[in-house]
């Protein structure tokens, strides 16, 4: 798909042949197994000489229709998938670092990915060296060092700190790393980390990409053979997305340009709203210019997305109050759905961590993580006053 904006991409990358009675919409193929009647077509298909599918947890056709539609998207050569967000980055180190490899990364990383970095790569010998975000002489002097992979994540959950992606991965390729790219919340649309250097992206599909807080996945798109490698670890020790979750991801994704252009919108309002009440400590938002790393979002980020997080003033007391007063928001642990979505850290992106972890990784108990919907802005920040009138 050349010379088309990304909106038509989100619509027709991956779909474009007709599907079979002339079906417009991708079908879901619930079979576990494809059968051959041909003996030398079955052995060519399974041995990878002929393209095709044996068993669903290969490869799918669904899900394969899901997994060219990212890779056109992000501009990857191959794209793979999993049965969740984590699934994807789990398989992708763990496929890709072994016993006396190391891998340089940042503290404000999402909990689940901060666990393994902290618990189970050292399990199995590997290196981790955790750098503070923003401090890139550290993270540089570190690749320098040497190392296998560099595993960045920007904008980072909860805190929002960008990092310039294009030069660390000047640096690690200039020592051979690999670079791998979190790229959960700002999605294609806002940002494209393989065309900035990065080797690898990952996603929680779960999350923007479906939209609608209905399924769960994972997505991993980049240089051909590396997701090879990181497909066949995937392939046997079996954390495969169902096609059924690939179907509504698809789905999803249709109108994902749309959806992130209200949240881009409603993201930035909100926080401009926060930046100036009384009641809150900071506001932690890549579209405000006070925001350390704003220079480098309007860099390499198209928006600011609807992602955004704040501390309050008076302590978790006053959290509570905030959050018990929100009318038009679900108290939950996820983000990028069409509905505004709030809570601390503790009850969502780091729940795995203990309140020493959390505050080593820079995220006080006062800070709320905001996930703003596709609602009117006016109706959100009404919400969000008449919320902080109470505390």
Not at 41 to 70: C, D, M, Q
Not at 80 to 93: P, Q
Not at 174 to 180: D, E, F, K, L, R
């Amino acid at each position: 798909m050349k010379n088309v904006g990304i909106g038509t991409e989100s619509v027709w990358a991956g779909e474009s042949k007709v599907f079979s009675e002339g079906a417009i919409c991708v079908p879901v193929y619930n079979s576990v197994a494809f059968g051959y009647d041909d003996m030398d077509e079955w052995f060519a298909v399974a041995t990878g000489k002929k393209p095709g599918h044996i068993y669903s947890r290969n490869t799918n056709p669904t899900v394969r229709v899901l997994e060219e539609k990212i890779k056109i998207m992000d501009g990857g050569e191959e794209a793979t998938s999993f049965s969740t967000g984590m699934a994807a980055i789990s398989n992708t180190l763990l496929a890709l670092l072994g016993p006396g490899d190391r891998v340089v990364t940042i503290k404000d990383t999402y909990g689940g990915t901060n666990k393994i970095f902290i618990e189970f790569l050292p399990n199995i010998n590997v290196d981790v060296c955790l750098c503070d975000t923003a401090d890139y002489d550290l993270i540089e002097r570190e690749i320098a060092n040497g190392c296998k992979v560099v595993y960045l994540e920007s904008p980072t959950n909860p805190t929002l700190k960008v990092l310039d992606i294009a030069r660390l991965a000047k640096c690690a390729h200039a020592h051979g790393a690999i670079v791998i790219v979190d790229n959960t919340f700002a999605t294609p649309i806002n940002q494209t980390p393989l065309s900035l250097g990065a080797d690898i992206v990952v996603y929680s599909a779960t999350k923007y990409l479906n939209g609608h807080s209905d399924v769960m996945g994972g997505l991993a798109v980049g240089r051909k053979d590396l997701i090879d490698t990181i497909f066949h670890y995937r392939e046997i020790t079996g954390a495969t997305l169902h096609p059924q979750s690939a179907y509504m991801i698809l789905r999803g994704m249709k109108t994902l340009e749309l959806r992130m252009q209200r949240h881009n919108e409603n993201g930035m309002k909100v926080a401009e709203f926060l930046s100036t009440h009384p009641k809150i400590d900071k506001v932690f938002y890549p579209g405000l210019t006070t925001h350390p790393g704003h220079d480098v979002a309007k860099k390499q980020m198209k928006a600011f997305g609807g992602m955004l997080s704040f501390s309050v003033k008076g302590g978790f007391d006053n959290v509570i109050v905030l959050l018990e007063s929100l009318r038009y928001a679900h108290k939950a642990a996820s983000l990028g759905s069409v509905g505004t979505l709030v809570g601390p850290p503790k009850t969502t992106s780091h729940v795995e961590l203990t309140q020493e972890e959390r505050l080593a990784a820079g995220i006080p108990e006062s800070l709320i993580r905001y996930s703003a919907g596709v609602e009117d802005s006016a109706d959100l920040i009404e919400d969000l006053s008449q919320a902080l009138d109470k505390i």
